[in-house]
């Protein structure tokens, strides 16, 4: 017959072979300590994207809503480029790396764009903030949405 160990303290566990812990509590503890090591990732994941995502927000400039820096600077700041919120890809085909509603475009010889998403501008005013370099594109707003 084989020897079955407790899951939670490592001691011999009789009974039924589907038995995994020696008694109740060792069987809580185990269940424990394994939620809070979940909870404790989601925590460590969540303060990398909210430092991203200040990071971002203290670089880009409020009234021009887009900076151009080296990368550099992001990592001297603590950026993690690990992690991230989503993706989005413009029709010009710039796939910009967004933590919330900051994101980012690596461009050529290090160079990082950084953007602010406008929430409330919708699609269409999104592409223009991430396409426009310099000429700024009009968007029409009669009967758009
Ligand atoms: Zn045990």
Redesign the pocket.
């Known amino acids: 017959m084989e020897t079955r160990v407790?899951?939670?303290?490592?001691?011999k566990?009789r009974g039924r072979t589907d038995k995994k812990?020696?008694?109740d509590?060792?069987r809580n503890a185990y269940h424990n300590r394994l939620k809070n090591d979940k909870a404790f990732a989601v925590k460590k994941i969540n303060h990398i994207l909210r430092r991203n995502r200040q990071i971002m927000l203290h670089l880009i400039p409020e009234e021009k809503g887009k900076t151009t820096l080296l990368r550099d600077k992001l990592i001297a700041e603590g950026f993690n480029f690990n992690y991230h919120t989503h993706i989005y890809t413009t029709k010009k085909g710039h796939s910009y790396i967004f933590c919330y509603e900051y994101g980012y475009l690596p461009l050529e010889n290090d160079l990082i764009m950084l953007v602010k998403r406008e929430e409330d501008g919708g699609r269409k005013q999104q592409e223009a903030v991430a396409e426009s370099s310099g000429s700024k594109l009009v968007v029409s707003s009669n009967g758009r949405k």
């Open positions: 407790c899951l939670e303290c490592g001691s566990v812990f020696c008694n509590q060792c």
